[in-house]
Every structure is written in structure tokens, then in C-alpha cells.
């Protein structure tokens, strides 16, 4: 099976900042990646796949870039409404899936 | 409006079972793959099964041979019967659409397992 492992589990960071979410594979997944973002109480909400691409209507100061095992999400400008947990979910073992633990950002 | 709609969970006891719909409306639901995703309070995500549009069936080691996923185009519906619960499959269920990529979420049903 393949093990996604998110860093930081947790983060605090303000109104304005660049805050950068890192996902690793525990082997090659090809550009195989989805970002999720979910807030207390809500289902998860699409925001990239294949590492890179921006879901429609996903606001584009959200971000993704890596290969082979290492993948991040950035976040350029944070927005009050950015405050919530993401996880990455590769679907490189495809039709078999797994999910990150996750990362939860919080307001400073 | 693109729509996925939980229902069925419920308490149950250790080694019952419940069956788990999910009704789906505003997309052409006989054309895509769905999911069952869940989630343990303050826990993470955990993909759950697969049903691709053919009706063939994925799951993950931990609830395979006690889960089953089963889809009924006619009725715009995915289901998800579980066997043999345990308390670690208390969570809440969610349905979500996609063949890798999960691009619509339900908004869950809650499954506690408890004597």
C-alpha cells in the first residue's frame, strides 16, 4: 500500500501569509495527487488534482507543484476563509486510494 | 444543482450490520465511478470502497469481506452494506463522485457502532 504523509500536521499563520503544505509518497505516484480542503462539520472540498491543476471555481492563490514522492500545496495570500484542514489523496495505485492525515491551519 | 445525499446510519451494536444509501441527482450518475469515504470524530480521511460504472467493486483491507458496494443506475443510487461492525467503523459516511479524484462530496451520515 501506498503511505501519504502530510507536514506539518498542524500550522499558525496570519491573514496575508504564504504558507506551503507539504504530501509524501512512500514511493513514486506520478503526478497521481488531489488536495482537499475541509472545514469543521463539512465534507471535503476538491481543490487540485494532478498535483498541479486547479479545480474550477478554486481561487488561484491556491497552488500545487512536486513529482515523483514529494508534493506541496501553497497557499500564496491566506484569506480568513483558508483557515481549515487539507489533505492530499493519491490515486497513483489507482483503484485503490489513500489519504494524507492531514494538516490543520490555524489563525495566529 | 449536482447533488449526493446520504442517509441509513444509525447506533448499532458490535456484529450488526446497516445498509447506507446514497441518492444522487443533477449529473448523469450511470457515467461516473463513486465512493464511500469516512471519517472518525477528529480523525482523518479514509477511503472506504469504489464502485466503478460497470458495478465492480474495490476496499481496502480493512473492511473488505465485511462491506459491499452496490449501485442502482435506475434509481440515481449507491449503497453500502456493512457487516460485522466494530466500533472502530464508527464515522461519519460519506458518498463522493469520481473516477480517482473525488470532485462532489455528500454531506455524510453518522454510523456509531456502541453496546
Known amino acids: 500500500d501506498i503511505q501519504m504523509t502530510q507536514s506539518p500536521s498542524s500550522l499558525s499563520a496570519s491573514v496575508g501569509d504564504r504558507v506551503t503544505i507539504t504530501c509524501r509518497a512512500s514511493?513514486?505516484?506520478?503526478?497521481?495527487l488531489a488536495w482537499y480542503q475541509q472545514k469543521p462539520g463539512k465534507a471535503p472540498k476538491l481543490l487540485l488534482y494532478?498535483?498541479?491543476r486547479l479545480e474550477s471555481g478554486v481561487p488561484s492563490r491556491f497552488s500545487g507543484s512536486g513529482s515523483g514522492t514529494d508534493y506541496t500545496l501553497t497557499i500564496s495570500s491566506l484569506q480568513p476563509e483558508d483557515f481549515a484542514t487539507y489533505y492530499c489523496?493519491?490515486?497513483?495505485?489507482?483503484?485503490?486510494?489513500?489519504f494524507g492525515q492531514g494538516t490543520k491551519l490555524e489563525i495566529k | 444543482e449536482v447533488q449526493l445525499v446520504e442517509s441509513g446510519g444509525g447506533l448499532v451494536q458490535p456484529g450488526g450490520s446497516l445498509r447506507l444509501s446514497c441518492a444522487a441527482s443533477?449529473?448523469?450518475?450511470?457515467?461516473?465511478?463513486m465512493h464511500w469515504v469516512r471519517q472518525a470524530t477528529g480523525k482523518g480521511l479514509e477511503w472506504v470502497s469504489a464502485?466503478?460504472?460497470?458495478?465492480?467493486?474495490y476496499y481496502p483491507g480493512s473492511v473488505k469481506g465485511r462491506f459491499t458496494i452496490s449501485r442502482e443506475n435506475a434509481k440515481n443510487s449507491l449503497y453500502l452494506q456493512m457487516n460485522s461492525l466494530r466500533a472502530g467503523d464508527t464515522a461519519v459516511y460519506y458518498c463522493?463522485?469520481?473516477?480517482?479524484?473525488?470532485?462532489?462530496w455528500g454531506k455524510g451520515t453518522t454510523v456509531t457502532v456502541s453496546s
Open positions: 463522493a463522485r469520481g473516477r480517482d479524484v473525488m470532485d462532489v
Open positions: 489523496q493519491q490515486y497513483y495505485s489507482t483503484p485503490m486510494y489513500t
Open positions: 514511493q513514486g505516484i506520478s503526478n497521481s
Open positions: 494532478a498535483a498541479s
Open positions: 464502485i466503478g460504472t460497470a458495478g465492480d467493486p
Open positions: 443533477g449529473f448523469t450518475f450511470s457515467s461516473y465511478d
